[in-house]
């Protein structure tokens, strides 16, 4: 994963092998689907990509409006890319609800805008 200035993507770079064999993914800014309004990824199963938002617009610090973002979502393992429409809303600070369709999350973050626990998903071990 390499990101750009205020943690926009730049490229994210996937192997993912199977017992029917392996598949790649090479993902570059400027080439399909990152582009216009796409500035981020999202690789399910993996809440650090969530934190890219959250970074870039400081959600953690609490307070301030609602965000939207249209995300190129990455489906594991098939490493299929889909436009997602997410929806950031800061509750209090560390805590950001989080929607994509009828799906809703509030993932708590640390100070410094990454993930400390993604409910039914993942915790930090070691806080």
Known sequence: METGSRFVSD??????RRAGGTRTLDL???????????LDLDLG???FFNSLPVL???LHEGGGA??????AWVAVPELAVSRSRQRYVPLERGTVRFRSGSFTADI??????FVLAYPGLAERVSR
């Open 56 to 58: 870039r617009d400081a």
């Open 45 to 47: 199963f993996s809440p």
């Open 108 to 113: 708590e973050f640390d100070a410094d805008g």
């Open 28 to 38: 570059r800014r400027g080439s399909a689907p990152l582009k216009g309004e796409i």
């Open 66 to 71: 609602a965000r939207d973002y249209v995300m």
């Open 11 to 16: 490229r994210l770079r996937l192997e993912c």
